[in-house]
């Protein structure tokens, strides 16, 4: 059973536009969520990430927006540029030091 | 500068040959990670070591194995390589939940 689920998997957003990147998750009891990106021929990097005492994280045009009760979050980018065309991933926590990765949004920013 | 280390780049094997990848981190952390990444499917967990000779299997082990007797290096077998492992196998290095990737290598198997 896949823990981590992405939507969509490919988005094309317009520069200047706002980008909706969706995630939920199976396990109630997953308590940090990081969204990493990766652009091609590198390594995914972390972007921003939130624990699950929190509703909302921040960080520059960069949003996580986290619903704890029905297990969703969702990154949202405002201002969209053609550097942030790139794969986000989503993934959960538990323990163990083990992250359960979402397959990813590929995210195309026209200019 | 907090660095994960990948080598080689790109490898082109045939079907039957061993492979070995090789991993570095600077950063003394105890826990690394091993990871395949084919299109549409994401990151998938191949093994993770805890630190020197403590390894465990993840999500789809079968067809590798690892090695870890130093902290900062954490290498990737395939013996007898296969056509379908083909992929891009990427390394990460931990302290707790924020992983630290490298930049990965591309194994084409013939």
């Known amino acids: 059973q896949q823990q981590v689920r992405q939507s969509p998997q490919s988005l094309t957003v317009w520069e200047g536009e706002t980008a909706i990147l969706n995630c939920s998750y199976e396990?109630?009891?997953?308590?940090?969520f990081p969204w990493y990106q990766q652009f091609p021929g590198e390594g995914p990097a972390l972007l921003i990430s939130i624990r699950s005492v929190s509703d909302k994280k921040e960080d520059g045009r960069f949003t996580i927006f986290f619903n704890k009760r029905e297990k969703k979050l969702s990154l949202h980018i405002t201002d969209s540029q053609p550097g942030d065309s790139a794969t986000y991933f989503c993934?959960?926590?538990?323990?163990?030091?083990?992250?359960?990765f979402g397959s990813g949004t590929k995210l195309t920013v026209e200019p | 500068d907090m660095k994960v280390t990948q080598m080689p780049r790109y490898l082109i094997k045939r079907m039957g040959e061993n492979v070995l990848l090789e991993c570095g981190q600077d950063?003394?952390?105890?826990?690394m990670y091993w990871y395949r990444q084919d299109p549409g499917l994401g990151l998938q967990l191949i093994y993770i070591?805890?630190?020197?000779?403590?390894?465990s299997e993840g999500d789809i082990p079968k067809g590798y194995r690892v090695s870890r007797k130093k902290r900062e290096h954490f290498s990737l077998i395939l013996d007898s390589a296969k056509t379908n492992q083909t992929s891009v196998y990427f390394c990460a290095s931990s302290l707790s939940a924020e992983q630290y990737f490298g930049p990965g290598t591309r194994l084409t198997v013939l």
């Open positions: 950063m003394s952390h105890e826990t």
């Open positions: 070591s805890y630190d020197v000779d403590s390894n």
């Open positions: 993934a959960a926590f538990l323990n163990y030091n083990v992250l359960y």
């Open positions: 396990d109630s009891t997953f308590n940090y």
